[in-house]
């Protein structure tokens, strides 16, 4: 047996959430129904925030009560406490925070300062064990701030630390605007794996540079077996050739199939979906690997159609 | 200061050969100049075949009687002594030869046995080291050949040994046709390294399946520090956006660069050398890393312009 790699699909809430094309319901709906089919095991459906402020994610309650049957993790964002009792009360039992690692992101991004950002996290997380629902914690801009440049790997690992200290489902260790490296991505997720083990860490990272690929490999050998990515690459702009946004679904099922690793995911299904995703966006999608995937991929996937 | 990375620039070679655009001469020259002021250390400016197998490369010798005067290694492709000869007697002191590791290859690309092959290499290492020539012997399809499928490690191994018995001045370890996987590639790469040390050895990627740049870090940490790759990712076909040819040279300066290596390129210059391949091939061109550097690259490379 291949040993396995968990994707959590986010197509339906990172990768829709920038678009400035807005998906109507009935579209994030059939979205999510074929993305479900893909074999991904977490599937991302959207996120809970004011319709004001991310009119893309809209209705995220309704696609939460009307879920296809197949044996998934549906998870979904939440901005804060009161997003949390929502997805809590639509039935969604895992859910995802995200805290930046440094003040200036958190300040511009959801007015609130480092401190009391951690402080609401560690709110949710325990009101989350008392629901039993499972926590993802994301770490975003743990490489680079758009505002405050680099962030040190000291600062990381201190705010992993008090992190871990809530016994949180998953840490997500999230490179937000795609500046990570490979070697950086080693160091840091190594020390990670070291201090808590690789089971309950994840990585989440976005292909601006161009080495989103070169980066989960770097994570895959650091140990960490579980990511975040979005079918075609979703992101980024859509009426820019090349502006990747989420690293690509099928650039990390095809980087394991290669390297003997399973992600469980059908490659002809993933393909369909990411059909879909151009056709409801109305321009080709597609992540690094997918004008390749598209003619040759029963060369490494075994054929289920 | 950082540590060095040599990259060997082959879009005038590798790049041009495949093109249905056939550049002039003249066209082949003002790239080679354009890519000479780049900073990249070597300087690949076509090959010695026979016009009638590949226009694209007729005149070659011509190129090699105008080279600009910074101070690079040029070099040529040869597929044979005659060809070794023409560009010896061009001034070219460095040659590559290409040798591919599988009976198949060998037979289809040039009618010649394996044993053939390898004698053939022997013969034109021999007689580069009593005319002052520096070889570099390109061990092509070493993960997967087209006609006999993955290519065994110990293969490649037991080749490299009797290759380099040879002492040539680098051996290529070359995935001909972009199949190669990090895991692949740093496995390989570690045992080649332990046996002979990084010095002599170099890995040439092609970007098919978009895993380039995750091999070249795989090559990186096995302790590669030679790379081929081809401004803009020429190669491929030029009508396919996404079908990449050669690793990108934007992308292993970024990657590096990001990684705190040095590989001295100047990316101002190479965006222009990009630039004008696109005019000459009359399509955008352009590496994976391409759209977001020409926006951005100030942010992670010093200006110089």
Known sequence: MAERVIVKEVAPRDGLQAQPVHLSLEQRQRLIES??????PELEIGSFVSPKAVPQMAGTEQLASQLPAQPLIYSALVP???????????????????????????????????????AMAADIVKRAASDSVDIHVYLAVAFECPYEGRVALRTILA????????????????????????????????????????????CHFHDTRALGIANVYAALEAGIRQFDSSAGGLGGCPFAPGAKGNVATEDIASLCQQMGLDTGIDMAALLESIALLSEFIGAPQGGRSHYWLVKNWQKIFASSH
């Open 35 to 40: 993305l479900a089919k893909t074999g991904v």
């Open 80 to 118: 804060n406490m009161k997003g949390f009792e929502l997805a809590r009360d639509a039935g969604i039992k895992t859910q995802a925070i995200a805290i930046s690692a440094t003040e200036q992101m958190n300040q511009n991004n959801i007015r609130k300062s480092l401190t009391e950002t951690f």
């Open 159 to 202: 705010q992993a630390a008090e992190l871990m200290t809530l016994n949180p489902a998953r840490l997500v260790i999230a490179d937000t605007i795609g500046a990570a490296d490979p070697a950086a991505v080693k160091e840091m997720m190594s020390e990670l794996v070291a201090a808590y083990g690789a089971e309950r860490l994840a």
